[in-house]
């Protein structure tokens, strides 16, 4: 679906994308790049009203904001281990319960059949048809325990945390000359990207690696996406609840420095 100009998706285009041949529809609740919160639940209804189902990828908001299934209306929903502070290479896929009775297993191996003979073979009671072979028990056991370690947290005041950090880092960059916020004018949660001029993001994470601040680089796994806005490339700063104003100080000053050694500014 293409994209505004200011980062955001193009409803009434999305809409005229959806016809009878459209099966599954997927889009991101909340973008990894922009930080930008999609109207989801129009989106999805949008989808519902022409008999289309729904995956919808939280990797990005599960950290930051809650997540209801129930009350997004979705019929699947993906996100990641690693965004809630899990082990890598963990992650969730919900399903409706419906849709795993109807699908079959595409993997095969123990634990996802109920009895199998030369003739024929009966699958186990999902969602065990789909987990075939031994799992990753130790990896899965610590996304638990980084779902314990964020249940009792109190989102009001996680979002208003990150809010209050996310303004102070953005007031911050723009006293960079040079410095270029994406979707400037948006809400961003918990991240903001950003290019440096004449600086490669690769060189503003290596200053800011200096500082003893982490940044990502590149295209942030979303290049279609950065194409689009007309960058080759960007940085973006994530934020969470062990951040600080600190933190974000030492950020400021690695990119200032960043700008004074490339740029003279």
């Not at 194409?227 to 934020?239: D, F, I, K, T, Y």
Request: hydrophobic fraction near 45%; include cysteine; charged fraction near 20%.
């Amino acid at each position: 679906a293409p994209l505004n100009n200011d980062g955001s998706i193009d409803r009434e285009a999305f809409a005229d994308l959806l016809t009878p041949n459209v099966k599954l529809c997927s889009f991101t609740l909340m973008s990894n790049v922009l930080g930008i919160l999609n109207p989801a639940q129009d989106l999805i209804q949008m989808a519902r009203e022409r008999g289309i189902r729904v995956c919808l990828d939280a990797a990005q908001a599960i950290a930051h904001i809650p997540v209801d299934v129930q009350s997004l209306d979705c019929d699947f929903l993906a996100f990641s281990g690693h965004k809630m502070f899990g082990p890598t290479g963990t992650g969730v896929l919900y399903v409706r319960e419906k849709y795993l009775e109807q699908m079959p297993p595409f993997l095969g191996g123990g634990d996802m059949i109920s009895s199998v003979s030369l003739e024929k073979e009966t699958w186990a009671e999902p969602p065990y048809k789909f987990e075939a072979g031994t799992p990753d028990v130790a990896g899965i056991i610590g996304l638990g325990a980084a779902v314990d370690f964020m249940q009792p947290l109190d989102w009001n005041d996680r979002m208003a945390h990150e809010r209050a950090l996310t303004a102070e880092l953005e007031t911050g960059l723009k006293k960079i000359k040079g410095l270029r916020i994406l979707a400037d004018g948006h809400d961003h949660h918990g991240l903001v990207s950003f290019t440096l001029e004449g600086v490669h993001p690769h060189d503003v994470a290596h200053f800011a690696d200096q500082a003893g601040v982490s940044l990502r680089a590149g295209y942030l796994c979303a290049q279609p996406l950065i194409q689009r806005l007309g960058w080759n490339a960007v940085c973006r700063a994530s934020l969470s609840v062990y951040n600080d104003s600190d933190d974000l100080s030492a950020l400021i000053e690695a990119l200032s420095n960043a700008a004074r050694f490339f740029n003279g500014c």
